[in-house]
Structures are given as structure tokens and as C-alpha cells.
């Protein structure tokens, strides 16, 4: 069965320090991966998604950057951190396909809550 | 730009009341529908989607949702909730049009008193 794995599950960094979030999934290959970040009261927001190694699309412009070096690995990262990226980062993935009658949810993983002090 | 509102932030209900949540979105062509469900301190979980056919869908634990083309809506419903469905839950609506961009609902927290 597939499995996601994300950590750490909370993290409390200093304003300007790198910060370095990881996402992995088991049990599947070549998924579309997604980080979102969900603040309170305003939902997920989409922030970046991949759709394979190296492909990386930018929804919303900010202080975050993403990779994906290998097929099933997706980070989420920053050179220095703001006290607006406080947040709860979710990372999930699906397997899309442009067919029809596809059918396939997000699975999510657990979570990190990012504290910038 | 595209949108998903969820009408209410908050919602006490008693166990054995009746819940509908309220989910509208802007966006004109195809659309896939979903609920997901965050219990406290698990994951979020899809509870429900829809992608074609009948418009009544029926989810995990009871829940059911109907989308409502004309009326942009995809709400959900359970007949009697129970103490157990304390969570949130978040609508999200995914265009299709051949990309992979889900626009999320801000979330509706509902909390069952025993």
C-alpha cells in the first residue's frame, strides 16, 4: 500500500534561517506531488506541485522554493524564513491521470507546523 | 480567479442532529468535487468525491454530498451526527481541464456535543 511520510512534524526556527521540509511516498511511482500550507481560517493553499523529477510549478510567489531530486521525494525549502511563513505545511500526492473517469483524491501526509520566532 | 466558499467556520450541532455543510465555487467548465475530513490530530482523509454520474455521492461514515450544477454547489449532508465526527472539513474543487490545480475551501470546523 502507498504511504506518505513528511517531518518533521513541528519545527520553531529563527526569522532568516533556512528551513528544509521533506516529503516522501512508498509504494508508488511517478505520483504528482504537492505542498500546501493551511492557515487558519483560509483553507489550503496551494504552493507548489510536481509532476516529476525536476518539474516543478510555482503557484503562489513567496519565500519558498521546492525540488524533487528523486521520483518520489518533494522539499520544500527556503533560504531565509519570514515571520509570515509560520504556517502548517501539508504535503500530498495523487495519481492523476488526464483519462477519463479517473478518479483519485489527494492522500495527505501528517503535517508540519512551522513556527518562525 | 477561481474560488471555493464554505458558508459557515463554525458549526455546534448535538449527536443525532442533522449537518449539511455548504460548498459553492466559481468556475464555469468541468469540475471534480471533494470533501476531505481533518480529525483532531490525524491527517486529512477524503471522506467523498465526485466525478460524473448520479449527483448524489455517498462517502465514508454516512456522509453524503450533492452536486447541484446550476447552483454551483456541492454540499454535504448527514442525517445524525454523532460525537465522532468532531473534525474539520474542507470542500475542494479541481478544475478539469487537463491540469492538476485543487482550490480548497478555507474549512469548516464542526464540533458534536455529546
Known amino acids: 500500500s502507498q504511504t506518505i511520510h513528511q517531518w518533521p512534524a513541528t519545527l520553531v526556527q529563527p526569522v532568516g534561517s533556512p528551513l528544509s521540509l521533506e516529503c516522501t511516498v512508498e509504494g508508488t511511482s511517478n505520483p504528482n506531488l504537492y505542498w500546501y500550507r493551511q492557515a487558519a481560517g483560509r483553507g489550503l493553499q496551494l504552493l507548489f506541485y510536481s509532476v516529476g523529477i525536476g518539474q516543478i510549478s510555482s503557484e503562489v510567489p513567496q519565500n519558498l522554493s521546492a525540488s524533487r531530486p528523486q521520483d518520489r521525494q518533494f522539499i520544500l525549502s527556503s533560504k531565509k524564513l519570514l515571520l509570515s511563513d509560520s504556517g502548517f505545511y501539508l504535503c500530498?500526492?495523487?495519481?492523476?491521470?488526464?483519462?477519463?473517469?479517473?478518479?483519485?483524491?489527494?492522500?495527505f501526509g501528517s503535517g508540519t507546523r512551522l513556527t518562525v520566532v | 480567479a477561481q474560488s471555493v466558499s464554505q458558508h459557515n467556520h463554525h458549526v455546534i450541532l448535538s449527536e443525532a442532529a442533522s449537518l449539511e455543510l455548504g460548498c459553492n465555487y466559481s468556475y464555469g467548465g468541468t469540475v471534480n468535487l471533494f470533501w476531505y475530513v481533518q480529525y483532531p490530530g490525524q491527517h486529512l482523509q477524503l471522506l467523498l468525491k465526485?466525478?460524473?454520474?448520479?449527483?448524489l455521492v455517498k462517502g465514508i461514515k454516512g456522509f453524503e454530498a450533492e452536486f447541484i450544477k446550476s447552483k454551483f454547489s456541492f454540499n454535504l449532508r448527514k442525517p445524525s451526527v454523532q460525537w465522532s465526527d468532531t473534525a474539520e472539513y474542507f470542500c475542494?474543487?479541481?478544475?478539469?481541464?487537463?491540469?492538476?490545480?485543487?482550490?480548497f475551501g478555507a474549512g469548516t470546523r464542526l464540533f458534536v456535543k455529546a
Open positions: 465526485y466525478f460524473s454520474g448520479d449527483p
Open positions: 475542494a474543487v479541481r478544475q478539469n481541464t487537463g491540469g492538476f490545480k485543487t482550490i
Open positions: 500530498a500526492w495523487s495519481r492523476e491521470t488526464l483519462r477519463r473517469g479517473a478518479n483519485y483524491g489527494y492522500t
